[in-house]
């Protein structure tokens, strides 16, 4: 008996679809990766600045902006709380970065989160962090010292009767999450 050497039409069909599914699935793991960052772009979904955009910022450098530094602790929170600069001179549009050091002086795990204020009030339209400590709750254990930095840009749009703004943080205990997460 002879075997049979010609492939059956209906296998080579199913075969040809196969092979353009998976070229179509392959093709479309690659385009979503754009289209990704595109809708995350539309949407201001995970709105990160980078470098590039940080280069392209215009800095006015007829004016300078002071900004100073504010540190609060609220509840009996058992820690010291201070920045390591009182205060910073720059110009609208510059990234600034300045540090603030914690230091949890119980002898037990204790959990904190900050919030800001600003002061004129108006300033917190201008005022983009990108990198902040008052973003999470922050765990620290006994004795533990963190130097936190915050990294901001203040934008050139800020009225121009505005030269000095204080941005104050206050840290309050959160109740029930002692000793949990860091």
């Not at 620290?140 to 990294?151: L, T």
């Amino acid at each position: 008996m002879v075997a049979n050497t010609r492939p059956d039409p209906d296998n080579l069909a199913t075969l040809r679809k196969l092979l353009v599914v998976a070229c179509v699935m392959f093709g479309f793991g690659f385009a979503l990766v754009p289209f990704y960052e595109k809708i995350c772009e539309v949407t201001g979904i995970n709105n990160l600045l980078k470098a590039d955009a940080i280069a392209n910022r215009q800095v006015d450098t007829a004016r300078w902006l002071t900004v100073e530094f504010d540190a609060n602790l609220r509840n009996e929170l058992p820690w010291t709380f201070a920045p390591m600069e009182k205060s910073v001179r720059f110009h609208p549009g510059e990234l600034v970065q300045v540090t603030f050091e914690v230091r949890n002086n119980a002898s037990r795990a204790v959990t904190g989160q900050a919030i800001p204020s600003y002061a004129p009030q108006l300033a917190r339209r201008y005022f983009k962090k990108l990198e902040c400590f008052c973003f999470t709750q922050q765990t620290f254990a006994p004795g533990e010292v963190k130097r936190m930095p915050v990294v901001f840009v203040i934008e050139k749009d800020l009225p121009q009767d505005v030269s000095t703004v204080t941005l104050s943080y206050t840290f309050f205990e959160v109740e029930g999450t002692t000793g949990k997460g860091s």
